[in-house]
């Protein structure tokens, strides 16, 4: 019995057996950058949330703050900074989702420059 034959250096099918291994490479890089999209998107989606029912909270606790506004100052000035710390808060967590979304890589920007590579590599030209 003969184990598995091994293609000869240059030969067709040891081309063919690279190419397969480097459609594989870039299949898991894609299969891997999907994932890291799928992390970041749900990290934005919480961040969404939070903000949004902390603007909710905030609003409510500003309609409170304006209906309390009579003579009991030491409850009305605490309502009062209640709102304004969850607005505040409500602010900091949009503008952090702006900025981490402003900064997130492009989708598939590795697997791209990888196939760019790849192309440069085996036709010597400039990627389509």
Known sequence: M????????????????????????RAELMRIEVEEQQERLVANIMLLAAAVILFFIAIITLLLFIMLVL????????AGLMALGLFATALL??????????????????TMAEVKKDWHAVSGKESP
């Open 93 to 110: 967590l949009l503008l952090q989702l702006k900025r981490r979304m402003a900064h997130a890589p492009k989708p598939f920007a590795l």
């Open 2 to 25: 003969t184990g598995p034959r091994t293609a000869r250096p240059g030969s067709l099918r040891s081309m063919l057996e690279a190419l397969v291994a480097l459609l594989f490479t």
């Open 71 to 78: 003579p009991e100052s030491a409850r009305v000035m605490t």
